[in-house]
C-alpha cells in the first residue's frame, strides 16, 4: 500500500537524473534536484511560496530496491554555514492560506500575469462565521481526479512523497527562509541517510 501512495503523491519524475539542473549519486541511488527559489509550479499554473524556498527533488533507486525517503532526510545549506530544515507541506499550505496568523501582512488578491499567480490567497474562512473581512468558503478538497485550484492545495499536493519507493519520485521539499535574496550567496541541498550523505550544489 505503501508504494501505491508514493506513486499517487509529488510530481512526475523526469526520464533520467541528467534532465535535471543538478545531480548526485548515494551508493547506488541517483539523485537530482531544481532550485524553484520561491516559485510552486502546478497544472498549467505557477504559485509563489514568497515565505519559502523550493526545490524540485528527484530520486531513482536502483531496479528492484525500495528506497526509504523522506523531505525530513534534505537541509539546505546557506553559504556554506547556516543549515535550513524541511519543513512540512502542511506548513507550507497554513502560510499560504492564512498569511496574516504570522505576522506578514497578506499580499492581497491573487494577480495573474501570464502563467504566473502573484500574491497571497483570499481570506478563507477558518471556523463558521469567522469575522475577519473577505473570509469566503474553504476551498474543496483535492480530489483523485481533479487538479488543485489553490497554492495551498498545490502545496501538499505535489509534495515530495515521503515513503519507500522502487520506482523514481519526485517532489517538491520547502524550506523556510526569512532572509533577503540578495543575502544568499551559495545553496547546497543535503540529502542525509544515516551515515550516508549526498550534496548538490543549486548554485
Given at each position: ?60 533507486p536502483?531496479?528492484?530496491q ?75 478538497k483535492?480530489?483523485?481526479d ?58
Amino acid at each position: 500500500m505503501a508504494l501505491a501512495s508514493c506513486a499517487m503523491a509529488g510530481t512526475a519524475p523526469k526520464a533520467k537524473p541528467g534532465d535535471y539542473p543538478v545531480q548526485a549519486r548515494m551508493g547506488a541511488i541517483d539523485i537530482a534536484a531544481a532550485y524553484l527559489v520561491h516559485t510552486l509550479p502546478a497544472e498549467g499554473t505557477n504559485f509563489l511560496a514568497p515565505d519559502y524556498l523550493v526545490v524540485e527533488i528527484a530520486i531513482y533507486p536502483p531496479k528492484a530496491q525500495a528506497v526509504a525517503a523522506a523531505a525530513g532526510q534534505f537541509h539546505l545549506r546557506v553559504n556554506g554555514k547556516k543549515d535550513l530544515p524541511a519543513d512540512t507541506p502542511e506548513m507550507v499550505a497554513m502560510s499560504l492560506k492564512y498569511p496574516d496568523w504570522e505576522g506578514r501582512q497578506g499580499m492581497g488578491p491573487q494577480i495573474g500575469i501570464g502563467p504566473v499567480i502573484l500574491g497571497g490567497e483570499q481570506p478563507t474562512a477558518r471556523f463558521p462565521g469567522d469575522p475577519r473581512p473577505n473570509a469566503g468558503p474553504r476551498p474543496a478538497k483535492v480530489g483523485t481526479d481533479a487538479p488543485p485550484q489553490t497554492a495551498a492545495e498545490a502545496a501538499v499536493a505535489f509534495a515530495f512523497p515521503d515513503c519507500p519507493c522502487q520506482k523514481p519520485v519526485s517532489g517538491y521539499v520547502y524550506f523556510r527562509y526569512d532572509g533577503k535574496m540578495k543575502s544568499l550567496k551559495s545553496l547546497e541541498l543535503v540529502w542525509q541517510r544515516g551515515d550516508e550523505q549526498a550534496t548538490l550544489r543549486l548554485f
